[in-house]
């Protein structure tokens, strides 16, 4: 007996005592009746997409979504959320999750969450988690992770674990916003039961994220030694004599006329640290090169003082 095939028209030979048919043309398996003697032979398809409606050709392209049942081609399947497209546009919770057991008998998780009063860009952010078993069996392998975050680098994950009905376990994800704005997470909550049957629940959570203060760069202060003043001073005037005296010289250096040479020793120290370039490595070009000029003079006024004093 010839049928033709449903997909590509083509005849196929019936035999009468075959379960399945192959076409083949288009390779698709088909499915006979039950009752060979049924007047009207009409060949049923082994699986339809119920995305799509293409033909599943083979087994290993044919899954079936957790949430809701149906059966999918690998083309309308997330294998990120291990669920069908249409529900994942839809939302994981919003039909009852699909499962071989009862449904009275499955875990059913509560997430809860509470997040801190500032979040703030470029830093980490915590949120405590509260995960409550509802449901009337243990779950299994409990994990709460951020899957989907624009704007947000995720930290870590939590890995529960086992909770038993009726209890509750705690747990903290972090997280750090790169702008500031308006900010929105998924936390994804995936467990499973005693039959390895996975589960999943979820919640969207919004939020501001506040613009962190930046440091302002703290300005260098010149004027105690007055440098650009004393630089065109030299260049117009010379040197005068009574400038080297011992009075006018600890007076350059910051130091009383009657300092003790530990005293000008000390306040050398001070000099050295505020202007010496191992100490200001971060500041510009152009500073640095005022520090090493400004370093140059505090060392002349500084071996001028020691030979008033006798120490040279």
């Not at 083309?75 to 249409?86: A, E, F, G, I, Q």
């Not at 449904?103 to 830093?123: A, Q, T, V």
């Not at 919004?206 to 962190?212: R, T």
């Not at 065109?232 to 009075?247: A, N, T």
Request: proline residues 4%; positive net charge.
């Amino acid at each position: 007996m010839k049928i033709l095939c449903p997909n590509c028209r083509a005849t196929i030979l019936f035999k009468g005592d075959e379960k399945y048919l192959l076409c083949s043309n288009c390779r698709i398996k088909i499915k006979m009746p039950a009752k060979k003697d049924y007047p009207n032979i009409a060949p049923n398809l082994i699986e339809k997409c119920s995305i799509c409606e293409k033909v599943i050709k083979s087994s290993k392209n044919k899954r079936r979504c957790p949430v809701c049942g149906q059966k999918v081609c690998s083309s309308c399947w997330n294998y990120s959320r291990l669920v069908c497209k249409r529900c994942l546009e839809e939302g994981i919770t919003s039909k009852p999750l699909y499962t071989l057991k009862e449904k009275n008998s499955r875990p059913k998780l509560f997430l809860r969450e509470e997040f801190l009063e500032e979040i703030k860009e470029g830093e980490i952010a915590s949120i405590p988690i509260k995960v409550k078993n509802l449901g009337d069996d243990d779950a299994l392998n409990v994990k709460v992770e951020i899957r989907s975050s624009p704007n947000i680098k995720t930290i870590e994950s939590a890995d529960i674990g086992k909770i038993e009905m009726e209890k509750e376990k705690r747990c903290i994800l972090r997280f750090t916003p790169k702008y500031s704005g308006r900010g929105n997470i998924e936390i994804l909550l995936t467990y499973e039961d005693y039959g390895k049957n996975k589960f999943f629940e979820n919640i969207k959570a919004e939020f501001d994220i506040k613009e962190k203060k930046k440091k302002e760069e703290k300005k260098w202060d010149y004027q105690k030694w007055n440098y650009d003043a004393k630089k065109e001073k030299r260049r117009e005037e010379p040197i005068k004599k009574d400038s080297d005296s011992l009075e006018v010289l600890l007076k350059q250096f910051g130091c009383s006329p009657n300092a003790s040479i530990e005293e000008i020793k000390k306040r050398k120290k001070v000099l050295n640290m505020m202007y010496h370039p191992d100490f200001n490595v971060n500041k510009p070009d152009q500073v640095k090169k005022e520090m090493e000029d400004m370093l140059k003079e505090i060392n002349e006024i500084y071996q001028k003082i020691l030979i008033k004093k006798g120490e040279k």
